[in-house]
Each structure stands twice: as C-alpha cells, then as structure tokens.
C-alpha cells in the first residue's frame, strides 16, 4: 500500500498504466482529500525468498551467491515492481532502475533482504559521478555503510555483502591478498592429494561462474583445479612467495611441460596457488604394475621426457620474448614426484624451492632439499651433511636420473626399477642413503645397470645412454647445459620413434605390394635419411639443418604419430589400398616433408626420383609409357613415361598423343642458328616461329641402325612433346619431326616460348653483354638462378636415362620478348643441342663425338681418346664447363686462348690449365660453394659408371651429382 499526493498524480494516466502492468482487477485505488491509496500486489517476500534459494554453499557450507545468478532474477520490471511496492519516491524510481540494471544488482539484492529498498538512492548519492557500475565498488567500508543505513543497517550489509562478491578466478591473474571474510567458490569437497615443499596440496572445484579460465555451459561440469596451501608460519614472507612469483614469471613464457599457475592469493594466514590438475605424477607412472592406455607405447615416454627437458631449459635460460627479460634459473628439486604427468606429457612443478637470478649473477645458492636424485654437490655424505652451493648443473644430475629410471621401467617394469633402488644402497656415516652417487663418487652399481641395460633394449635406443653418463659426471661443469641435453633428447626422442613408424611402414609396403604404398615408404626412409634419424652418431643439429628455421619438435613428432594411426588403420584391414587409405600415409608424410627446407625438399624429391625410376623393371615400362605410373606424385609419373620412351626408344612403340610427323614442305624460310640448327616459320592453320635440330645420319646407314635412329628421333621428340612436361626439363616444346633428306638428317620442330620474337644462345648473351660491363651484367641471383636451373634440368634427363652429349654455351637459349637484350630473363633458359642425344643403353648405338670444333672444347678428355662410351660424367663435365662461363661471363674459347703459346694442346692440359688458372677466381666471385661445384664437374668426382647401366651402379652416380651439384647450388643465394 503507498500514499501519493492527489495534486502529483493524472488519475487517468495512472489508472492505465495500473491496468497495463496488473490487469483490471489486480489493484485498487482509494482517492481521499488531498492523497491517493494505492493497493498493488506485494512480491517482495517472494523475492526475498528467491534470493535465500539461490545461495549455495562452498567446502566449508559458508554460503554466497553464484555470479550471474540476479540478472535472471531482478530483471528490469521486477526491480520496478519492487520499489512500487517500497517507499521510494516515484521521480526517483526511473534512475534507480536503470542503476539496477546496469550494474548494481547486487546493492540492491542485500537491501532487498534487509528490507532498506529506500535506501538505495543514497549510494547513488555518494557516487561522485561514477560511471561504471555501482557493484563494483563492492566491498564497502563498514564506516561509510553506518554512514548511509545506520550502525545496525550498515553491520548487516558489511556481514552480507561478502557472500555477494565471491572471486572469479581468470587466466593471467596476479597475485592477491584476499580479506578473511572473503568466501571462496570452492564447492563440493575437498580431497587431499599430497604435500609439496612447505605446503599441502587439495584437489577443488571451482563453481563454474566463477572462473574465466576455459569456456563453461550450463550443463557442463565444474573446473576441477589443484590447491597448493602453505602456511605463512612454516616459512618466511621471501618462501612462501618465491614459488608463486617463480610460476606467475614461467607464465609469461606459456610453456606446455611447466604446470600452469591458474592464480595465487593469500587468504587467512595462508598462501595460495591454484593449478590446473594433472592425471598423476611420474612417481605414481613408474609404481604402476600396469601402464595407463596412453603410456603402453615406449616412445611415449622419450617423447614426454623431451618435452620435459624443454621445460628445465626454459627455466634455466629464461626468456620473454618482447620484453627484453633474460635469467637463469634453477629448479633444485627435481624427481619424479615434482614432475606431473597429463594427457601423455610431462610437466614441471613444485617450485618451492626453485630461483631465478639476473644473469650477470652467480646461479649457484644453497642446496635445501634432500633426496635420491640430488647431485653429489648437493650434500657432504662424507663430512658433516652441511649443504652445499649449487647451481644448474645439479638439475642436469636430476634430469639424468629421472632418465635412468624411466627406462629401467620401461625395460624392466616396476620390480625391476625397484630393485635398481634398492641395489643403489649404500651407507655414510650412521645413515643409509640411495642416491644414484656413492657419496660424492662414482656408483659402482649405477654403472653396472646401465651397461646391462645397453645389452638388453632395442638397437634405436642406443643413443640414451651416453646421453645419461652425460649428465651422471661428478664434475658437475663436466655436464651438459640444459640446451645441450634438449637438443641431444630430442634427436632422440624422434629418432626412436621415426624408427619405429618406418619400421612398421616397411612391413605393411612389404606385405601390400602396392606400388603407391612402396613409394610413401621410400619418401619417407629418404626424408628420415636427409634428417640423419639412421645414423647413431647424428644428433640434433642434423635435423635442424635440413629443416625450417621454425623447426618444432612436437610438429615433428605429431606428423609420425599421425602417420602411425594411418599404418594402424591399414593394418587392421585385408581390403587392397584404396586413394583414399593410402592417404593416411601420404598427408602426413607430406607434412613432414614440409618441415624441411627448400633445398632439402628439392633435394629429397629428386633422391626419390632417382631411386624409383631405377628400381622399377625393364618389363613395366610398356605398361607405364600407355597408362603412366599410379603414384600420388604426378611429376614423378611425367618422369616415368619419359623414362618409359628412353627405354624403348629403339624400337618401334606406339606413344599415346606422339608428336606429328611432320611434311618437309611445312617448313618454311629457314635461317642457320649455330652449326646444326635453324630457324624457320612453320606453315599450318598459322605461321609460327619454330627450331629446327637437325639429327643427321650417314648414307650408309642402312637396315637396322637406320630404323633405330628414326625410333630414337620419335622417342626423343616424344620426351620433349610432353605435356605436362615433367618439372625440370628446361626445353623447348616440340611440336614434331620431319624427314629433311637433302641434307641427310631427321629435324626436330620446336615451337618458340609464348610471346618470343627471337630465340638468343648463352654465347650470344656473353657477346652482347659483356663482363667488363658490370652494369649490363646480371645480378648475381639471376646468375645463380640460371646454374641451378641448367643442373636440374641435366639430372632429370639422366633420371630417365638420356643423355644429352652436347652441352655449351651454344645449346642453352633464352627467349627475346623485345629489342633489349638486357631484358632477357637469364632465370629461364631452354637446353637444345639434342643433335646427339640417345638413351643410356649399352645397346643404342652412337654417333660418337662431334667434329665441330667448338664444341670439341666442351667434350671430355676421356670421351676425345675414344676410351669409353659416352657415360653421365661426360655431361657433367661439359656442364662444369658451361657453370665457369656463366660464373666468369665469359665465353670459354676467350679462357683457351690464353693456353696459345702452351707446348701441351691437348684436351686433359686443357682441363688442367682452366682448374688452375679460373677455376680459383669463382671463389671471390661467385663464392666457395659455386667454385667447388665447378672443380667437382671438372675433375669428375663422381663414383664410376660401369658398363653395364645396371641401377645398382647408375643410382649412386645421380646421387652424388645431386648432392655435389645440384643441392650445394640451391644454397646459392645472391
């Protein structure tokens, strides 16, 4: 019931907006002298009692309200109702709402339940204009609250609004100091779970309104945290906050094997830190009969025990990135009962003891703790047990122990480990100790295990044990840093299990049979190979050579685990591979594969090129050439068809889509271009720009060798008709042949680049742009774009088994798109000069060298004397040749003018006369590298090739021309 004053009121007014809120008959008004009686329905009690159930009460069953809970309950029109039903002012009733609303639910919640409505208008009066929320000045003073309500009022309010303002914890929270009134939103129970240094520790739910940590619905449970409680009696003030100051710094750097810190607080004489919680510790692990399902694999283990390692060197060099903070820091408690184990990994807690320092600082201090995995610098066993200074290396110790048990455990189980505790015993003084020393010196026993392990586990594990004597020296500087020993365990930790999934992929290729599956295994036995995972000897900087600068471990290992459940998956069925299923193998190898550099990618696919194009037999090229090879890899398909037509170049075959053979009359308005080329205008639907190469042959060749070199003219103008052409071959495309019989020769019809005008040799370049005008030259990248792309396209013709046999100066051309030859992009060359191109067959018969003189200079000495037949050397050797013109710019015959006066002409002195005089000078101008892969061409180093062509003896002959020549000049950067 309110009284209002009759002269404030329009009765019309007011009785519609009676009607609209409470209906016709849900009120009544009583109109007297000079005020009006209102009779509304009162709800207040119903709120009041709202508010009581929505409570809820915490671990120690003091109550407090669920944030969020009041926007559901006071929503606008029941705060409006409310203060009808009070004695507040109607002109003030408006502003009170929308402070409500906005931001002051909780006030008016505890004046609701003290009955003091009306008085609310007097916290908005002492606002001083504030413009946020009113709730957030929560929690009042209890001499301002006495101020406003009264002393009775006014102590109710302070008792009251605590429930009100229970904390809600979020990521990236510093460290509080809490009132004792405060209640915590601990709900549930509270189950005990350990003690750390110093404290107690408690598994807690949070109540999931009171956490910003993860995302929660509303059927979604509780956020399950870890309590770490520490006294403030049992230490002093520079204890009891050195753990949550060590944790909220590793924050900053988000570690993923460091223990979260959620928050840190101090709350009634105690000091706080919250974790996210863990499944168990690395001491429950290793007492355990039985592994968890996520830890039955080995390889688990070195792959969490990296990541381990990773947390100890963060915390040894730590480092902000951004905010230019360096120090060292020291764990000085390592064990596993310090190390957490969740969702298979490791991670690094309790730093009760743990410091950082400014690195200019000494990282040594006082050892406090004791236990088995203490260094021997940590306690005098042999004096009086003071403790000593110690400093990173004894983490290093600790980390190496932790090792050692690890696979024990996993060699010999929980007995075994437990025996080794045991077998450690020894005495000092009065007291029994099982340390992994013998009181500060070598333990005998420890060493004994070890060499009995090395004997017992599989051969991929080798490596760990050096790596634990490592850290077990007893001169602590003997031992590695914690960088070193995460570089070391992490070549490890992928080495075992790239050994592992290899291993198993070579079964599964084995039994399949299936030459898509074949090719994945040798993709990834050539990636593992590039990355140095075979050898024992390698170690971590093996792997990052070959790879991104931003190499990641853990991306290393997720694409082997990925790769791992594909094999998993194949395993398991006995239907053939399908596409699909040999995907599970193809994307995750693909995603290794991308970790690698570029170099090293380029490097990888022409290793596996080689190795495959010569293990596939003879008898399957006839069915590759018409149907091409069924590998993922469409380049390498490219690669086989051409191979496919080099094989049977000699004989007559049928090609899918050949190329024309052409009607001599077609040919029209030909120009010389070089000693055995020309260029015309090919008459068809239009005329283009077409070279001609003309492969000559003698009158008296006649019956078979006849009708080979036309097989081999239509093969090797298939090989350079293809489309796609396979990636590597810089070469004209040719649209065809024809017969040219006055002049005794086969023509191969190359149409010119898209837009040339004109074609211009290298010799020409030289010519025109010459090396004493620096400014014409071009740029030192565009020069060594050019070597590697001339070194490629000569190893993927040998890949299918053609020889080129006339590499110059005089066959590598560019296309002229304009009258300015500095505009010629020396980028994209194009090989021709396939006048003596045949397959590399002991059976194909052959010109032999040309008479040409110029380009008799490019020739191999050996080839000259008519030793041996035309073998991959020998364009190797033109091709060195051809990489000191470009890396002098300078034609060659102005490099052997210089040899005139010389008594010795001949082909070997001249060999010897341009590794002596030029050769040197690259180094200067072209760098180291660049000179020594031309003194590698130049002098042949290169294993032998036997007669036979047998890919047992080609093979390793385009694997070293691909690592000496082909991979160093990738790295040629200008």
Known sequence: MQKVEKKYLDLGLLNNLLVSKFGNDGFEVEILTDVVILSIPDNLSEVKDRIVELHTRNVESAAFMPAG????????????????????????????????????????????????????????RQDQFYSGDLDAKLPFQEPLLESLLGKAAGRLFWTSQWTFIAPIFRNDLSHRKLDDTVVLPFIGSSEPIGEGAFGVVTKVTLHKQHQNIRSANEDGPALVLVRKCIPLASASNANHEQEGNILSALRLIQHPNIVRLVASF????????????????????????????????????????????????????????????????CHHDLKPANVLVKDGQFLLADFGLSRLKPVEGDSKTHFRGINYHNAPECLDLDGDYKHLRVGRKSDIWAMGTILLDIVTYLQRGRQGLKAF????????????????????????????????????????????????????????ESRPTAESLLKS??????????????????????????????????????????????EAGEDWPSVVKVTNVEIDFSRLVSCLLELENGISGLETTDLVPTTWTIRQLSRPIGRLVAE???????????????????????????????????????????????????????????????????????IKSLQTFGSQSAVATMHGHSEIPVLIEYIQYDQKWVGDVRKELLHRVQGLATVLHMKPKPPGFSTLHCVGFYHAKEINSFGLVSEYPPSASRLKTLQQLFAELPAHNTATQPPLGDVFHLSRTLANSILQFHKVSWLHKNISSFNICFACRSTDVRAVDVTTPYLIGFNYSRPNSTDAFTHGPSENPEQKDYYHPAYLRDEKRFQYVYDYYSLGLVL??????????TLTAAMRNEKDQSPEALRKFLLNRYVPRLASTRGTIYKDVVEKCLNSSFPDEETDGSASNVIPILISFEENVVAPLAECNG
């Open 69 to 124: 809970e009041l926007e559901n309950l006071l929503t606008e029109n029941v705060v409006r109702d409310i203060l009808n039903a009070s004695s507040v002012e109607i002109w003030n009733q408006e502003e009170i709402t929308r402070v409500v609303v906005s931001g002051a639910r909780r006030i008016f919640a505890i004046l609701v339940l003290q009955g003091k409505v009306h008085l609310f208008m007097k916290f908005i």
């Open 421 to 476: 505790e045991k077998g450690r015993k020894h005495k000092s003084g009065g007291f029994t100790f099982y340390t992994f020393h013998n009181s500060g010196q070598d333990h005998p026993f420890v060493h004994a295990h070890l060499q009995a392990l090395e004997k017992e586990v599989l051969s991929s594990w080798q490596t760990v044990f050096p790596l634990i004597l490592s850290t077990l020296q007893i001169e602590s």
């Open 884 to 893: 000191l013109e470009i890396g002098l710019w300078r034609p060659l015959r």
């Open 489 to 534: 365990m992490s070549y490890m930790a992928l080495r075992v299990q790239a050994l592992a999934v290899q291993s198993r992929l070579q079964a599964y290729t084995k039994s399949s049979r299936n030459s898509s599956v074949d090719m994945e295994c040798k993709t990834l036995s050539t990636c593992l190979t590039l990355m140095g995972l075979f």
């Open 266 to 329: 101090e709350y009634r004489s105690t000091y706080n830190l919250l974790f996210e919680p863990a499944d168990f510790g690395l001491h429950d692990l290793l007492d355990m009969e039985s592994r968890p399902p996520l830890w039955h694999d080995d390889n688990t283990f070195f792959t969490a025990f990296q990541g381990l390692c990773s947390a100890v060197s963060a915390l040894h060099d730590y480092r902000v990135s951004g905010l230019n903070v360096e120090l060292i820091g």
């Open 596 to 666: 690698m550099n570029f170099a090293t990618r380029s490097k990888l696919y022409n290793l596996i090129d080689i190795e495959y194009l010569q293990d596939i037999e003879r008898s399957q090229w006839t069915k590759i050439s018409t149907n091409g090879l069924h590998v993922e890899k469409p380049s390498l398909s490219c690669l086989a068809v051409a191979k496919a037509v080099a094989q049977q170049a000699s004989t007559q075959f049928i090609w899918p889509d050949p190329p024309s053979e052409l009607e001599s009359d077609t």
